[in-house]
């Protein structure tokens, strides 16, 4: 079936560095693809949309220059927490809708950050 | 805007009992609702949709939902639960005709614990 690969699953930076988490669809082509955030014990906050070839859309409270997302594939989305901070620290999963009317949405793992 | 509710954080049972779990949502328009369950550390999986038609509706894994218009509800149900369906489910709701079916609003979550 359709799968979502999101990589890396975990990573552990310094404060004031910036990490790439990359997503990827893996057997099909994904128009749209969501950012979400996961704080531990609670739902999952949308951050962003993204569509191929197209500024992402952010949720409001989210910030653009913190959270660069680059689509620049159909099948590849990247999320980069720009000068990360402990309050950064969060469960970061991504989500993919294939293309045409009815296509599911698929996750990927998540990636746990964790910044000190 | 919409919003999600759901009303328990946590539900223990035992196993081979049944279970319901309740989700209801607000939206001044139409919407389409999911629940989705996440295994630790992990992304989620889709467990049943509901768009349009039948109002119950059977997911993987033995679950069903219904949809209850008037109530604004979509309670999940399972008829009796293992050990293995221990796991975080999440309801969520997303706005027709808003561009994407998969913008998805989550509910809080609810922990469902099976004992043995």
């Known amino acids: 079936g359709a799968v979502v690969s999101q990589h890396p699953s975990r990573v552990i930076c310094k404060s004031g560095t910036s990490v790439k988490i990359e997503c990827r669809s893996l057997?099909?082509?994904?128009?749209?693809m969501f950012w979400y955030r996961q704080f531990p014990k609670q739902s999952l906050m949308l951050m962003a949309t993204s569509n191929e070839g197209s500024k992402a859309t952010y949720e409001q409270g989210v910030e653009k220059d913190k959270f660069l997302i680059n689509h620049a594939s159909l099948t590849l989305s990247t999320l980069t927490v720009t000068s990360a901070h402990p309050e950064d620290s969060s469960f970061y999963i991504c989500?993919?809708?294939?293309?045409?009317?009815?296509?599911?949405?698929?996750f990927g793992n998540g990636t746990r950050l964790t910044v000190t | 805007a919409q919003s999600v509710t759901q009303l328990d954080s946590q539900v223990p049972v035992f196993e081979e009992a049944p279970v319901e779990l309740r989700c209801n949502y607000s939206?001044?328009?139409?919407?389409?609702l999911f629940w989705y369950v996440q295994y630790p550390n992990q992304g989620l999986q889709l467990l049943l949709k509901?768009?349009?038609?039948?109002?119950l509706v059977k997911g993987i894994n033995g679950f069903e939902a219904e949809f209850n218009k008037s109530q604004t509800s979509f309670h999940l149900r399972k008829p009796s639960v293992h050990i293995s369906d221990t796991a975080e489910y999440f309801c969520a709701v997303s706005v027709i005709g808003g561009g994407s079916n998969y913008k998805l609003t989550f509910g809080k979550g609810t922990l469902l614990t099976v004992n043995p």
């Open positions: 509901y768009l349009s038609g039948s109002t």
């Open positions: 057997d099909f082509q994904a128009t749209t």
């Open positions: 939206s001044s328009v139409s919407v389409y």
């Open positions: 989500s993919a809708e294939g293309q045409g009317a009815g296509s599911p949405l698929h």
